[in-house]
């Protein structure tokens, strides 16, 4: 078993779906990511809240044994995201974007971190992405995700984040406006030419694609789940899943083959979340609904 470092945000999210409203509620990427990875492997956290993030949404966390020992808190805010779907539940309209606290994050890795094996560039400015990277001596496997916020203000920075990293997980919409391609296939090929051995693409309801150059496609269905209440997390929930699966074996750089079982984790993951607000749903998931679930998907396919 080895563990997954992950950096990412920790965010207070105001959300608006079809189903209903949560304002402030526990949210981003590397909350979503931990609270899945956590399923299968250690987790080591590094991010930055505020003074008003609140004790038991901390306890999220805790409660999964995930290593708080890099995210600090300092005065100020709690970085707020707030957005909105409408009839198109697979893509998030964001209506506002306050960084607050990750505005000033200069994150220095602590020494127990430093030997992680696997490592998640959860979605984060590039910088702070780069810069967690730098310091971890010697990774086996590392991962990114983005998003459009990144995508339209520090495109040469992701680029270069690209570059350095073994898999990167993107939305079709992102993917297609990075690349400047409206072909999905054309898509993830620009993406991989990019940097990335591996490139996977969610689609939302449609499921995912994972790609490599050497290999292909691998194309996986999504759990046919008929109460979407918010897909907020559903991208980062897939990555922890996946990473958290990798880990789970230990200390060996992934083959093909253990890409797509990690594929199937995610896409489990990811159907959970989207269940409910927040984190409700992801954190009641247990090993035996896990397995159920998996069960179901394989059957499916
Ligand atoms: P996703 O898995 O793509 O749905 O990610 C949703 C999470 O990303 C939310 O909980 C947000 O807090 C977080 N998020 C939204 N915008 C940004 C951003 N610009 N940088 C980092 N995290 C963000």
Not at 234 to 261: H, I, Q, R
């Amino acid at each position: 078993m080895s563990e997954v470092l992950v950096v990412g945000s920790l965010a207070y999210d105001s959300v608006k779906t079809p189903s209903g409203t949560a304002a402030k509620s526990l949210g981003g990427s590397a909350n979503y990511f931990a609270v899945a990875a956590s399923l299968f492997a250690p987790v080591r956290v590094v991010g930055v809240v505020g003074e008003d993030y609140s004790a038991e949404d901390k306890a999220v966390l805790i409660k999964r044994n995930v290593d708080l020992t890099g995210m600090q808190t300092v005065p100020g805010k709690t970085f707020h995201w707030e957005g909105t779907y409408e009839q198109n539940l697979n893509e998030a309209v964001t209506l506002k974007t306050e960084l607050n606290v990750f505005a000033h994050f200069n994150p220095s890795l602590p020494a127990s971190y430093r030997n992680s094996s696997f490592v998640f560039l959860a979605n984060i400015d590039p910088d702070l992405q780069l810069q967690v990277l730098s310091q971890v001596e010697k990774p086996l496997f590392v991962g990114m995700d983005s998003m459009n916020f990144w995508i339209n203000s520090k495109q040469e920075e992701l680029k270069k984040v690209l570059r350095k990293v073994d898999i990167v997980f993107m939305n079709e919409t992102e993917a297609k406006m990075l690349t400047q391609t409206s072909n999905t296939i054309r898509a993830i090929k620009a993406v991989a030419a990019l940097g990335p051995k591996f490139v996977v693409l969610k689609k939302g309801e449609y499921g995912s694609t994972l790609y490599s150059p050497g290999h292909g496609f691998y194309q996986t269905p999504a759990l046919p789940i008929e109460s979407v209440v918010d897909p907020t997390g559903a991208g980062d929930s897939f990555a922890g899943g996946f990473f958290g699966t990798l880990a789970a074996a230990g200390a060996k750089v992934p083959e093909w083959n253990d890409l797509k079982a990690a594929t199937l984790a995610g896409t489990v993951m990811s159907s959970q979340t989207i269940q409910d607000f927040s984190l409700n749903a992801l954190a009641k998931v247990d090993r035996s609904l896990f397995d159920m679930q998996l069960l179901q998907l394989k059957q499916m396919m």
